[in-house]
């Protein structure tokens, strides 16, 4: 699930959803790599530490204790497949970026978890987004890309809002032309 929000209402929404599920904690991430478990009251402090990084960091829940030593993010998955993913997508001079939420198939118990997680922010978040790609003058609204509430009030401040790659313009909400763009 795709979706554009702060990083604060990130962590809101996962103490939230996951409050009452005693999942391990991990916020990794970043060149050179790191990872580490934190608390579900840490998270929020957590997470503003590195919302500015321009290096992606995802905060990973585990129904297992973490297996930590990875030199990277794929080896940190690789040692620990079974977890939920929400990638943070951070908060620069250049905009915010995408965050997504995600979880690997094959593990009925986390994926039951991340439903959780993606019922709550779906209650939490305004559906469609409209990508706009100038060069080619197409226009293509998505409504599965949620946001919230603060992303929306980041937008109107004139924040831009960024795909996680590419330089295509994402502006939250259906514009009335979704066709082309000039």
């Known amino acids: 699930m795709q979706f554009h929000a702060l990083p604060s209402e990130i962590a809101q929404i996962i103490q939230a959803a996951i409050a009452d599920l005693g999942l391990n904690i991990v916020i990794q991430g970043g060149v050179p790599f790191t990872a580490k478990e ?27 204790k973490p297996i930590f030593g990875a030199s990277s993010g794929l080896k940190f998955i690789d040692a620990n497949p079974r977890g939920i993913f929400i990638n943070i997508g951070s908060l620069t001079d250049l905009g915010l970026k995408q965050s997504a939420l995600s979880v690997l198939d094959g593990y009925p118990e986390e994926y039951e978890i991340a439903k959780k997680i993606g019922k709550h922010l779906r209650r939490v978040t305004t559906p469609g987004v409209t990508a706009i790609n100038s060069e080619k003058n197409i226009m293509r609204f998505n409504k599965n890309h949620r946001y919230t509430a603060g992303a929306k009030a980041l937008e109107k401040e004139g924040v831009a809002m960024l795909p996680v790659a590419g330089g295509g313009k994402l502006v939250l909400g259906e514009l009335a032309d979704n066709s082309s763009h000039s």
């Open 38 to 64: 934190i608390s579900l009251d840490q998270m929020e402090c957590e997470i503003s530490k590195i919302c500015n990084d321009r290096f992606l960091f995802s905060v990973y829940l585990l129904l297992n």
